[in-house]
């Protein structure tokens, strides 16, 4: 089944920097440590990287552990090693700075990861279905080296993280240590997605604000005006009859929805959220 997706400016952004200097005819480097950042990529995996997915990969994890290799060779003129977990050696773990991709049930090199690390856990409840995870730390095996986790609680989650390092508007906006990204439906179903969430958020404010009911028409027409995605949030805008409905979608363990309803002409505004689709208002004015 298809299913869409759902999100750097290159350079080392650490709080010391590594100095080269050549003293005489030789070259002393001097390594410092600091934090990475996820707009460190693809700057930091451009000489000496190594993708790493499991033997238990989907075909979806092994074509977006693939598109990560090309996109890495475009955008670096370098093209990155790929292995698998079985193959991987000690060797690989200090000569690299290494990529890894998969879930928590395909990649046994993540689930190493975790007992080394401080990293966020993925499991199959989190982030989630469909939701994956980007993380970036210096390697456990190589101060020297970055360790980025491509993971996901399912093959989806790890292709929405996967595309995240794939796609130059994403790549662009990547930033932090840490972002949690995810799968929606194809457009034709998050449409309807979205159009049953508006049926039923004028049901709502019709039953609940009998001012409000005069103004809500059965069956509106309503066109989505913006929708605007960021790390982490998406935003939609839908117009109808004289009414505006901006509706917040931050990725969190459950889904849930912050929503804004205005009526301008006569200055009602319903505030509220959707949780496990439960509507709950947080407040209402009118004139």
Sequence with gaps: MAKGNKI??????LTATVLVLLVGAGLVTISCTGKLDLSDYPKLFEKEAMIVVGK????????????IV????ELTGNKPSIKSDVTFVEGDKVSYSLILVGTPNSNDILKQIYTLT???KVTKEYPGENRGVLEIVRSPWHSDKALLIVAGSDEWGVKAASEMLTEDKKIKELSGKMVVTEFVPQETNGDQIMADILSSLMDYIKQNHPDAAPFIKE????????????VGYTRYVYTGDGWTVTIGH???AEVMYDVRVEYSSERI???GTIKGGRITERSYTKG
């Design 118 to 120: 401080r990293l966020t």
């Design 56 to 67: 238990n990969a989907t075909q979806v994890e092994l074509e977006n552990a693939g598109a």
């Design 219 to 230: 069956n509106m027409p309503w066109t989505k005006s913006s929708q605007v995605i960021k």
């Design 70 to 73: 090309e996109k890495l060779q």
């Design 250 to 252: 931050p990725i969190t």
């Design 269 to 271: 505004v319903w505030i």
């Design 8 to 13: 750097g400016k290159p350079g080392w952004l």
